[in-house]
């Protein structure tokens, strides 16, 4: 079974700063699937990154930026100079390879300060 | 485009009373289907999920059941709600490879008296 381990609950930071939230994934699979998503205080979820498990390559997307180190099964992400508009609960999740099901972790809650 | 729509809101609605949360998908076929909870202040709880019309997973045993009438139509009901079915539902779908982006819609937010 699979399991996302995002350890930080709450991160405050002031604007400007640049911020990394950690995901750790657990999966038996060789084939996986690993997905970012924001969900900002309206509550809907915005879908931000999708990363196959054999695409070892980092990721930039203007301030967004994504760390996969398949050894040591984790799926970092960073945000350079944070904005208030930020500020959200982010979450990272992992699918097994040919699975429709998605399993979240609980969520890291950033709280971006002017 | 593809977009996702659910409805209400919000809600608010005594114990023991029936619930149905309603979600449609236009602009593509044949999607798959998700329902989740959300309690406050925890993660995303997968409830139920449909690969096609009728086809429905059950995720979690509950007082809570889905029904997929229609390809792009998905109903989460309950005949009577507990205390515990308070919180936020969310309504997704992805196309029907595998793998792909859950897309959310704007979620309803639940409370039970």
């Known amino acids: 079974a699979q399991k996302v381990t995002q350890a930080q609950t709450e991160i405050s930071v002031v604007e400007k700063e640049d911020v990394t939230l950690d995901c750790v994934y657990e999966?038996?699979?060789?084939?996986?699937?690993l997905f970012w998503y924001k969900q900002p205080p309206s509550g809907e979820l915005v879908f931000l990154i999708r990363r196959n498990s054999f695409d070892e390559q980092n990721e930039i997307s203007g301030r967004y930026s994504w760390n996969f180190q398949k050894s040591t099964s984790s799926f970092n992400f960073t945000i350079t100079a944070s904005q208030v508009v930020d500020s959200a609960v982010y979450f990272c999740?992992?699918?097994?390879?040919?699975?429709?099901?998605?399993?979240f972790g609980k969520g890291t809650k950033l709280t971006v300060n002017p | 485009s593809q977009t996702i729509h659910q409805w209400p809101a919000t809600l608010v609605q005594p114990v023991g009373s029936p619930l149905s949360l309603e979600c449609t998908v236009e602009g593509t076929s044949n999607p798959n289907l998700y329902w989740y909870r959300q309690a406050a202040g925890r993660g995303l709880q997968l409830l139920f999920y449909s690969v096609g019309i009728g086809q429905i997973s059950s995720e979690v045993p509950q007082n809570l059941s889905a029904s997929r009438p229609q390809d792009r139509q998905f109903i989460l009901s309950s005949k009577k709600l507990l205390l515990s079915d308070s919180g936020f539902y969310l309504c997704a779908w992805s196309s029907g490879m595998s793998n792909q982006p859950q897309h959310f819609g704007d979620g309803t937010r639940l409370s039970i008296l």
């Open positions: 999740a992992v699918a097994q390879g040919g699975s429709e099901k998605l399993v």
């Open positions: 999966t038996r699979d060789t084939t996986y699937y």
